[in-house]
């Protein structure tokens, strides 16, 4: 099946830099590569997502890449504010239907904002 | 337009106690699921539903059981439970065929097996 590898696994810049979240697949068959924010005890809530036609995309101060050949995707937050301080949890999906399904996550990223 | 909810919030199991978690969405959508959540493993995938009247394991089935009962409804169930099941579970539910469409989450179940 898939496998999501997920760098780093806590990630503290100041407050105004970038922030980059990285992540490997492994299943050259994965289409469908979303991003969700996690509050603490709150649920996951998706921010971006990018399917495999597409190289790049951007909503303000996120942006995904994505390098099907690499079989890598990344998160990028510009101008960082405290309120983008949470948990970010890649995924990738075959999708589809006619068989694997459910999306593949990684083990999450814990972004510190540091005033 | 309450989205996903999931009842109950908080459970607390002895050992070898059964219980069913509920899932409804509002939304009409076609897919659902259930993952857990344990710190450090990220969300991972128990069972999901492509449609009513299919379901299909996931990455952890082991211990559970689910039940499409319509399209809007999804439950797990624990037959026996054990302490290695103390984890946070969501309901999520999609529009899309398959999983590439986005997930919409509901607010989780946090449940301790003692």
């Known amino acids: 099946g898939e496998n999501v590898e997920q760098h780093p696994s806590t990630l503290s810049v100041q407050e105004g830099d970038s922030a980059v979240i990285k992540c490997t697949y492994s299943?050259?068959?994965?289409?469908?590569f979303p991003w969700y924010k996690q509050e603490l005890g709150k649920r996951p809530q998706l921010i971006i997502d990018?399917?495999?036609?597409?190289g790049e995309k951007k909503d303000q101060r996120i942006a995904v890449t994505l390098n099907k050949t690499a079989k890598h995707f990344s998160l990028h937050i510009t101008e960082t504010q405290p309120e983008d301080s949470a948990v970010y949890f890649c995924a990738a999906s075959i999708g589809g239907g006619g068989g694997a399904d459910g999306l593949t996550f990684g083990k999450g990223t814990h972004l510190i904002i540091q005033p | 337009n309450a989205g996903v909810t999931q009842t109950p919030k908080f459970q607390v199991l002895k050992t070898g106690q059964s219980m069913t978690l509920q899932c409804a969405q509002d939304m009409n959508h076609n897919s659902m699921y259930w993952y857990r959540q344990d710190p450090g493993m990220g969300l991972r995938l128990i069972y999901y539903?492509?449609?009513?009247?299919?379901?299909d394991k996931g990455e952890v089935p082991n211990g559970y059981n689910v039940s499409r009962l319509n399209k809007r409804e999804f439950s797990l169930r624990l037959e026996s439970a054990a302490p290695s099941q103390t984890s946070v579970y969501f309901c999520?539910?999609?529009?899309?065929?398959?999983?590439?469409?986005?997930?919409?989450f509901g607010n989780g179940t946090r449940l301790t097996v003692t």
């Open positions: 990018i399917r495999s036609n597409v």
């Open positions: 539903s492509a449609s009513e009247g299919t379901t």
């Open positions: 999520a539910s999609s529009g899309g065929t398959g999983a590439n469409s986005p997930l919409h």
């Open positions: 299943d050259s068959a994965s289409n469908y």
